[in-house]
């Protein structure tokens, strides 16, 4: 069942991710760049791949990535404890496909680019807590 739920999860995910990063080009939004993003997410060969023979960090990191991504852009343009709290609750959701290393290197990469140009307080708050989500693991 839950390779199901990531498999719908990334899409969605990828849906709300376009559409937050295209708001300010409303013509774009309203062709559907968020549609767009979504089937591209869900209909490429990486997915394919993935899901071939699923093993639970790679669906995991695949259904959760566009929502890290969504909370940790939410966080650093709103900067609120709300968001805060976001951001801690879904890393430690999205935990199952931390456990591989290269992953989570991925995942931190990712995230030091979409922070270029930001307000480098909210960038290294932000990073103690997912660092802190993922210290069961790092520290050994």
């Not at 849906?15 to 549609?35: D, H, S, W």
């Not at 995991?60 to 929502?67: A, D, E, F, K, T």
């Not at 995230?111 to 103690?128: A, E, F, P």
């Amino acid at each position: 069942m839950s390779v199901f739920a990531a498999l719908l999860s990334g899409p969605v995910g990828m849906y709300v991710l376009v559409r937050m990063i295209l708001r300010k080009e409303k013509e774009v939004v309203r062709l559907g760049g968020g549609f767009a993003g979504a089937m591209f997410y869900l209909c490429n060969l990486v997915t394919a791949q993935v899901f071939y023979v699923p093993f639970e960090a790679f669906y995991w990191h695949y259904g959760w990535l566009p929502w890290l991504v969504w909370i940790w852009l939410r966080y650093l343009d709103g900067g609120s404890r709300k968001w805060l709290v976001g951001l801690f609750t879904i890393n430690l959701l999205a935990l199952p496909q931390a456990y591989v290393p290269t992953i989570f290197v991925v995942y931190a990469i990712l995230l030091s680019i979409v922070s270029v140009g930001r307000q480098w307080r909210r960038v290294l708050i932000g990073g103690w807590v997912v660092g802190v989500v993922n210290t069961f693991w790092l520290l050994p």
